[in-house]
């Protein structure tokens, strides 16, 4: 019962990501051809919001959901793992038409086919942690 509250923020957030047309293969392929604007704003947006809130959690010391200082990790910069890692993501988002976020949405939308990509995603994810170690971080 204490996990209600994430579950209407998860509900709230398909509806925006439906409403926005995010979901929708059609806006996801005017964006990999340079047809339209609409999910670079999204992106874009996405980005600014982000830099935004973790501006604010390192200022304000924000805690998490059990009282615990939030903390912010930096990385060195790693060109090759982001290019790979960024390739990677790019080529499974073409393939199939969806980004990791809205997967579970589509699959309500009856797209019913996108149960496989949330099983790639699943492999892909397991498969990262059985080579993790061998990986460039």
Request: one cysteine or more; glycine letters at 14%.
């Amino acid at each position: 019962m204490k996990y209600v509250r994430f579950l209407i923020m998860g509900v709230l957030f398909g509806i925006v990501l439906s409403k926005g047309e995010i979901i929708s293969w059609y806006r996801i392929q005017e964006m990999f051809r340079f047809q339209s604007f609409h999910m670079y704003g999204v992106i874009g947006s996405a980005v600014v919001f982000g830099i935004l809130t973790i501006q604010f959690i390192k200022r304000t010391g924000l805690k998490d959901y059990h009282g615990n200082p939030i903390s912010v990790a930096t990385q060195e910069p790693g060109y090759a793992r982001n290019l790979i890692g960024g390739t990677i993501f790019g080529l499974g988002w073409a393939i199939t038409g969806a980004c990791p976020g809205p997967l579970f949405i589509l699959v309500g939308h009856q797209g019913w086919v996108f149960i496989l990509a949330i099983l790639g995603a699943v492999a892909g994810t397991f498969t990262y942690g059985l080579l993790q170690r061998y990986l460039m971080h």
